[in-house]
């Protein structure tokens, strides 16, 4: 029997609502074709609404505010073709189907739109009405099924993390998934906030070891001796999440093999593994035992950073921002299409999806609408090169002489390099040394000269 699992919160998404008349969203500067495609779609009870847009930006403005199934835009739509607002609903609204029709039927539009993810590309004038409405109707299904298929995934039968609108993602999700129900070790690899953690949580729930606990280690920061002892009792008849193993000192690295080597009898737990960096890659210059390194990598999936599944930052943003609305009582409910644009353009290299989820909720405190706007971002997220010299020049005291504000301003941008590779690395001192260029103690040994025993 499916169980469903405990996600991420953010990520479960709600129930679909009571179903209501299909919406088509014409797009054309000729406002006599949108009243002809009313007349030839508004023919009775429970037929589709249909809603008229002139140009580009009236068609957004009408889906940040209603609930649209299917979008039919002429190609040519004067400043803004057809093309590129099929671009930003597929980035904004990737759930939405898009038809482009056009009065010049050029084969390369037809090509392109279809490339672009286009349901279908019809040409006018329309020469077969029963055609033309069969198609956006099909439209309609298609839309409605993937919508009924959302809402079964979110209620009951699979975890919502284990969906996404990227390709290789659900690749790499199906894959653990198959992983989940097997006893192999499993060991996920990727940036940091790109859901490691929370991935692994989902695989326990999928096992045969759900009934039992789910236990986190730092392995980085362990000593043989815990490692020891959690492999053996932290979690009985569970699941072990051992977090960073790429920073495992050669001490920890030996405690491990000799239980899962040489006393896999003593294991009392189903054993997942998550690192930044793949182990493969630390065996040829010794900072990783092989042997050790298969015996965690039953399956090997490394996740991508979320600028690498950039289709999915809409409908991760909208749900950061549900969870965000629930947890503090607001009422912001919809995000505006340039605030959209800007989060699918932006670079998540440093947090990735926390980052992302972070951005939300502070956005979500500070407006002051039930729409979210690029206004509520915060400040530093929307900085130019400009913006941070100008932030630099701020750290320079003039009313020091020079020896010492270079000094001063130097140490606040040492204190702030270090803490925010700390922040990055979650606290990992071997792998913040390693970005840094640095060994371990010399990283060490800045880290206590510029932080202080609060800020580490």
């Known amino acids: 029997m499916s169980r469903r699992i405990d996600t991420h919160p953010a990520l479960v998404r709600r129930p679909a609502a009571v179903a209501r008349p299909a919406s088509v969203l014409v797009v054309d500067e000729d406002d ?46 004067g400043a803004t073709s057809g093309l590129d607002l099929l671009a930003h609903i597929k980035r904004s609204h990737p759930a939405v189907e ?55 995934h979110a209620n009951d039968e699979a975890p919502s993390i284990f ?18 129900v097997s006893e192999r070790t499993l060991l996920l690899v990727g940036p940091v906030g790109v859901g490691k953690t929370t991935l692994a949580r989902a695989a326990h729930d999928l096992s045969k070891h759900a009934a ?13 001796e815990l490692l020891r002892s959690a492999l053996t009792g932290a979690a009985p008849g569970g699941t072990l999440c051992l977090e960073q193993v790429d920073g495992l000192a050669k001490a920890g690295q030996a405690a491990l093999h ?50 690498e599944r950039r289709a999915d930052v809409p409908h991760l943003a909208h749900a950061f921002l549900r969870r965000a609305c629930d947890e503090a009582g607001l009422g912001v409910r919809s995000v505006d299409p340039a605030l959209m644009d800007f989060l699918v353009a932006h670079d998540w290299r440093d947090g990735n999806l926390r980052a992302l989820e972070r951005a939300m ?56 390099y270090l803490r925010g590779l700390l922040e990055r690395a979650e606290g990992n001192m071997t792998r913040a040394a390693e970005w840094a260029g640095l060994d371990r103690s010399n990283f060490r040994r800045h880290v206590k000269k510029y932080l202080n025993e609060e800020e580490r």
């Open 32 to 77: 006599r074709i949108i009243k002809a495609w009313r007349v030839m779609l508004e023919v009775g009870d429970g037929s589709p609404a249909v809603l008229g847009a002139l140009d580009a930006d009236r068609a957004r403005r009408l889906m940040a505010e209603h609930p649209v199934d299917v979008v039919v835009a002429d190609v040519r739509l």
């Open 212 to 224: 039992g606990p789910f236990v986190t280690l730092n392995a980085a920061e362990s000593s043989p």
């Open 361 to 416: 909720a502070q956005a979500a405190l500070t407006c002051s609408d039930d729409t979210l706007t690029l206004d509520a971002l915060p400040a530093r997220m929307k900085e130019g090169p400009d913006d941070v010299a100008m932030r630099l020049g701020e750290l320079v005291d003039l009313d020091r002489p020079w020896k010492d504000a270079i000094s001063q301003a130097e140490h606040v941008i040492r204190a702030t």
């Open 258 to 307: 000799d239980v899962l080597e040489h006393q896999p009898e003593r294991l009392t737990c189903r054993l997942i593994s998550t690192a930044h960096t793949s182990p493969a890659y630390l065996i040829d210059n010794g900072q990783f035992r092989e042997d050790l390194y298969w015996l965690l990598n039953g399956v090997e999936v490394e996740l991508p950073p979320l600028n």
């Open 98 to 152: 898009v038809i482009i029709m056009s009065g010049h039927g050029r084969f390369d539009d037809a090509v392109r739109a279809t490339k672009a993810g286009a349901f279908d590309y019809i040409t006018k004038p329309f020469v077969d009405i029963g055609d033309v409405v069969a198609r956006v109707h099909k439209a309609i299904d298609r839309k409605r099924l993937n919508d009924q298929n959302e809402a079964l």
């Open 163 to 180: 969906h996404s609108r990227d390709a290789r993602m659900r690749r790499l999700l199906d894959q653990v998934q198959r992983a989940a």
